[in-house]
């Protein structure tokens, strides 16, 4: 089965920027993955930042359109968030995502339907 381990989480001011990656591995089928980034503050429930479906189409939380960006490297397995102009309600513990079985960015964004998990990389963004 497919496992996910992310990297790149940091403490950083406001107006910075990070990059996030997501190292996918094991059996998974690679035409057929939706691939996510999450999040989840202190006291508060996890949701979804970005999706990359398996045409390549990019899906963004409000809050964070413009100012962070989803892609994917096929050939190394790798999911990349690109996070610039940081605010503090960016903080928390965000986590990569998969299903591979199909386009599930709507479903997986919503909330409604869930897939492999990686464990979660910690970003911390200070006034």
């Known amino acids: 089965q497919p496992q996910l381990a992310e990297s790149g989480g940091d403490s950083v001011q406001a107006g910075g920027s990070l990059r996030l990656t997501c190292v996918v591995s094991?059996?998974?089928?690679?035409?057929?993955?939706?691939l996510g980034w999450f999040r989840q503050a202190p006291g508060k429930e996890r949701e979804g930042v970005a999706c990359?479906?398996?045409?390549?189409?990019?899906s963004y939380y409000d809050s964070v359109q413009g100012r962070f960006t989803i892609s994917q490297d096929n050939q190394k397995n790798t999911l990349y968030l690109q996070m610039n102009s940081l605010r503090p309600e960016d903080t928390g513990m965000y986590y990569c995502?998969?299903?591979?079985?199909?386009?599930?960015?709507?479903?997986?964004?919503?909330?409604?339907?869930?897939?492999?998990w990686g464990q979660g990389t910690q970003v911390t963004v200070s006034s």
């Open positions: 094991g059996y998974f089928s690679k035409g057929k993955s939706s």
């Open positions: 995502a998969g299903i591979f079985s199909g386009d599930y960015c709507d479903e997986m964004l919503a909330g409604t339907r869930s897939g492999y």
């Open positions: 990359i479906d398996t045409a390549g189409r990019a």
